[in-house]
């Protein structure tokens, strides 16, 4: 596996941009206008170091493997001994946990584990597993999507915001289960994951639009696409491929709706991802124009600069011809992993292991 051109200048702009921190934290974003970082987040953290990995697998290169390395051990050290996950570190944000972000930090860590073996690492992220399942527990049978800590109350239900709404996009967080399950054997794992799959199954068809603003629908087809990406390890089966079909149109139609209005380059990224493991998979047939387009556009945000701030870096969006001024790990991450299997796709090569992927 390697890296074209896009996703190697993306990958150097992990090591050279100064996003991540001495410590390993890795900062929400880098403000072009303001020249200065974000704080530390836990969960961006994670999905660099998922990123790390990918590009130590793909270039052998040593550094991103130095980088993966801080990047685990900033992540053991910020869930602590009581298994609790602040949403940010060094901010007001710091007094929240999501259950998404549990999820994320989960997978890269049992990811981080197949590749260092520090066995440090799996049993972290075995303990917050279980706290996900007994923290985030709601009346109802599913999981609450943030908590108010030290007490670990749940927050209220927001309608309109979906990452303040329990919903289908928490299947992509329970991947941690189903990962923790292959690492330790524990069945209650994949048990978890299971009656994730079934809830969201149920009620995926009622995520989109979700808002009558269309930049607001762009941003619930990020999450959307989150339980897309969740249903990869069932898509061959028959109900699961049938929603990644309907799924990915449905995606699809909204982008092209929306674009004049509002784009971000992690929603492209992210629908050409899973049109290509969704093929691999043998569920939707890759419509090759469509990818091909997509791949293009994503390539649009992609910048060119002196500056090793922002040099490879992904813009988070645009609105018409205006740049949203934020320089975005995860958008630069997803970038890199859509073009990198896009490419792989299209000379014919194998398909990756899905764990590998962001």
Known sequence: MSLINPSARAAQWFLRSGIQEPAGGVARYYREDLQRNSA??????????????????????????????????FLANAVGRDRVLPFEIGSCD????????????????????????????????????????????ASDG?????????????????SLRWSRTPGCYQLKAALAWRELFEATGDARFDALYEG?????????????PGHAEPAMVVDRLHAFLYFLEGLLPRAAEKRCAAALCHGIQTVAGYVAETATEFERSDVYAQLLRIRVYADWAGAVPLHVPAARREADTLGTFQIASADPRTEGGFYFGRQGAQWRPHVNPVSAAFAMQA???????????????ARLLI
């Open 40 to 73: 530390v987040s836990t969960e961006i953290t994670g999905y660099a170091l998922c990123t790390f990995l990918f590009a130590h697998a793909c270039t052998g290169e040593r550094d991103y493997l130095c980088r993966a390395q801080a990047a685990a051990r």
């Open 94 to 137: 710091g007094d929240f946990s999501y259950f998404f972000d549990c999820g994320i930090v989960v997978r890269s860590l049992v990811a981080a584990w197949h590749v260092l073996r520090e066995p440090g690492l799996l049993e972290t992220a075995t303990a917050l597993g279980h706290a996900m399942a007994a923290d985030f527990s």
């Open 142 to 158: 599913g999981y609450n999507p943030i908590l108010m800590l030290p007490e670990k109350q749940p927050l209220a239900y927001d």
């Open 196 to 208: 994730a799959l079934e809830t969201a199954l149920r009620g995926y068809g009622s995520f989109l």
């Open 339 to 353: 073009l990198a299997l896009w490419d792989r796709h299209q000379n014919g090569r194998e398909p990756v292991d």
